[in-house]
Structure formats: structure tokens, C-alpha cells
């Protein structure tokens, strides 16, 4: 019913930057927010951006400043720009979005999770 699907994922050095991109499709009535969460080796997953329908952003203090969350509605998809890259960014991505749907005449409200991309920046 509903498929996400993330890119944007590299090997870059230090000082670089990279867009991650996550796209929805599906039986979409509206996304109520959508979000990029980070988890390291060994360490717990953690919210990197958000952004609400209005516009609304917040960003985790060790990326401001370099990381700038956006969407585009026409295409169901939310970016995250990330410049400025230092090691300790180095982490699988995940997408999150909030969705409600509507499917064989019912509405349904869920929360989705993309698969995950890999960023790994070098020293």
C-alpha cells in the first residue's frame, strides 16, 4: 500500500556533502510530518531533522547549521542536505514519515520507515 524508497547514501570525505532523498508512494490521503532519524555503530538511532505539513523544522544541535531538511510536496518526497560533513555523521539514514492513507474506502494513520542508507565519512 505504501512504498518508500531512499537514496542518496555515499562514501565522502570530510567537508563534503551529500542529499539524501526519500520518496513515498502509495494510497496517500496527506503526510502530516516527515522526518530523517541516524544510528551509528553502537549507538541508540536519534532524530537528525524534522519538518511538519506547515513547514515547521527542528534539527538535533550536532547538525545545525549544517543540515537543511525539505520536501516537495508534488513529489511525496523529503530531502536532507547535509554539508559540511565530519566523521562522526557517519551513519545508516532512515526516513520517517507520518501518513495517513485511504485504501478500499477507509482511512488509516501510520507510521512509516524507509530502509535505511549509508553514509560513511572519511578523515
Known amino acids: 500500500q505504501v512504498h518508500l524508497v531512499e537514496s542518496g547514501g555515499d562514501l565522502v570525505q570530510a567537508g563534503g556533502s551529500l542529499r539524501l532523498s526519500c520518496a513515498v508512494s502509495?494510497?496517500?490521503?496527506?503526510?502530516?510530518?516527515m522526518g530523517w532519524y541516524r544510528q551509528a555503530p553502537g549507538k541508540q538511532r536519534e532524530m537528525v531533522a524534522g519538518?511538519?505539513?506547515?513547514?515547521?523544522?527542528n534539527y538535533a544541535d550536532a547538525v545545525k547549521g549544517r543540515f537543511t531538511i525539505s520536501r516537495d510536496n508534488a513529489k511525496n518526497t523529503v530531502y536532507l542536505q547535509m554539508n559540511s560533513l565530519k566523521p562522526e555523521d557517519t551513519a545508516v539514514y532512515y526516513c520517517?514519515?507520518?501518513?495517513?492513507?485511504?485504501?478500499?474506502?477507509?482511512?488509516?494513520?501510520?507510521?512509516?520507515w524507509g530502509q535505511g542508507t549509508q553514509v560513511t565519512v572519511s578523515s
Open positions: 502509495g494510497s496517500i490521503f496527506s503526510i502530516n510530518a
Open positions: 520517517n514519515l507520518e501518513i495517513i492513507t485511504y485504501y478500499s474506502g477507509r482511512y488509516s494513520a501510520g507510521d512509516y
Open positions: 519538518i511538519t505539513s506547515g513547514g515547521t523544522t
